[in-house]
């Protein structure tokens, strides 16, 4: 097993099949009545959050107790980090602690890098500035493969700021590692120069691209972007990229509305959408934990 | 002073010679040299180069003596061969003003280990709004001819007109740190795959070639002189050869680093391998490297940017750009275009013509009879590993840690005493 998970690319299809599978059997668990295994008993798992995220922090916080593991939060608000402490020294008092995981959330793109550099533990990287975010592409890779069966041969559309997005440079490395076919969708000003290389198609074109889509993944698009010109306005955003009920209605039967979350209702996505059958957005927060058990208990595991 | 007689050393690589220095003069070359008691140093098969001169380095005195003193600067660059460096204005205070550049100045004096050639800064605070007293430093005891507000791009064209007209009063020269700071805001690396992939803000090539191309037309329009820090960008190297095929009173640098390193160095996301402007392409390397051999860039001059290790052990946002070189710069440069410069191209690229731009007459002349005895003695044999705790820089931040690299600086004499020997500073 590899020791830490910086980038979805860490992750061979091996490997990504066995956190799947072994997440599917962590979901199994969560229907008995004792949802806890004594697997990592013993073990401290660090949640250092440099960035607000509690729906992240929450999901990995679950899924460390629920295989029992000590869980210490270790957030930047109220805590030495706040008073100007360096990530190096942050990382010095953890590894004195004996961690023997950090689960880092950062703004700055490579933090979980520098971080796996200092600290004999395993680092998860659960969100690192525009860079990466693989627990969420494993966790979208799993809802996808409960939904429709397979990964293999899908093809999957990401629409949206892909030039700021983790999300969409993980789900595109992971995807790609277990054969589904990834479309990019964007405007040009929000696709990154040199997106050329990445393993993917890309489209200026959502309305094109949705009638052969087996899921839509729709990414979260700032509107503080209109004002470094990456488009005109909110509304011309929604009316050529958003995702409304007439635009649901070109997709087959069978595909799946995604989105990481949070949301900009009326933004990217309508309410109708979000809420409707097809999308998977709730299933997501559920599978994120199953997904985080598996990746800790699969990191941690062989150290016992 | 005492007299040297330098034994069997190669002058630009010709035959041995031995050298008899005097006085701060070389006063004889031939063979056989002897003098009463003069004190004799074994040159056999080093090879003679003209001091070397950089135009371009930061020793962040005043302000940030943590990281680098015009002392432990001057060390560095005397071990580097050179004997003569221009000291960027980006300190704190900026040297804005005839007070600040006469203190680095009389400081580079009073550390005696290479001449520091102080350069003003365009704009007052560096802010890019005012012209700061040009005039004034012109005429102070540090007699500054090389203007730059470096770290920062005289980004207003009006602004930069003016400045590029009004040093021709005093035969100045506004060296450019070409970056239009519109297309870089939050960059942190080369724009292009390697930032896609690292989700890392991209510092487009467009952002310095369209300045470069801009000021070259200011400079033709006034009839001024351009110097052009870093070029780092093959798209850059055409601009300046149509712009010198123009006739275009354009001169330009460009750095060991942007010379051998490329954007694939940023994916370990060590800072150490931030800076400004960013590692580029290895097309890119490969246009530099041919425009320096071809005459296209004039120069190389280091960026030496020495910087503490609180702010390169960080995060790579959180970093400042920048990395060591005036220790490593001649070796880098033999490695990458030695052969196709010869002993002669190198004494021209990194002595005689960055001697001319800064106006340092005592610099860049072949070690000649009655030249002053400012010149540097390599061993072209040797190879060294670069191990950062041993530089006399006081930071750590070389991007070389670990490279073996060919040719060792063994001696460097500035006036007639030497600074080095042994390969080791004298003071
Ligand atoms: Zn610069």
Redesign the pocket.
Known sequence: MIRHLLSAADLDAGTATMVLDTAAEMAALADREVKKLPTLRGRTVVNLFYEDSTRTRISFEAAAKRLSADVINFSAKGSSVSKGESLKDTALTLQAMGADAVVIRHSASGAPHRLANWIDGTVVNAGDGTHEHPTQALLDAYTMRSRLGRLAGLNVAIVGDVLHSRVARSNVLLLHTLGAKVTLIAPPTLLPVGVDAWPAETSYHLDSVLPDADVVMMLRVQRERMDQAYFPSAREYSRRYGLDVARMRRLPEHAIVMHPGPMNRGMEITPEVADSPRSTIVEQVANGVSVRMAVLYLLLGGKA | MTTYVIKGARILGGQKKDLLIRDGVVAEIGTGLSAAGAQVVDADGLVALPGLVDL?THLREPGREDAETVETGSRSAALGGYTAVCA?ANTSPVADTAGVVEQVWRLGREAGLVDVQPIGAVTVGLAGEQLAELGAMADSAARVRIF?D??NCVADPRLMRRALEYVKAFDGVVAQ?A?EPRLTSGAQMHEGEVAARLGMTGWPAVAEESIIARDVLLAEHVGARLHV??VSTAGSVEILRWAKGRGIRVTAEVTPHHLLLTDERATSYDPVFKV??PLRTATDVAALRAALVEGVIDIVAT?HAPHAVEDKECEWAYARPGMLGLETALSIVLDVVGDELGWDGIAERMSRTPARIAGLTGHGLEPAAGAPANLTLVDPAARWTVDPAGLASRSRNTPYAAMTLPGRVVATFLHGEPTVLDGKAVK
């Open positions: 371009h960027m730059s470096d770290g740190h970056e820090c870093h400004n402007p960026d």
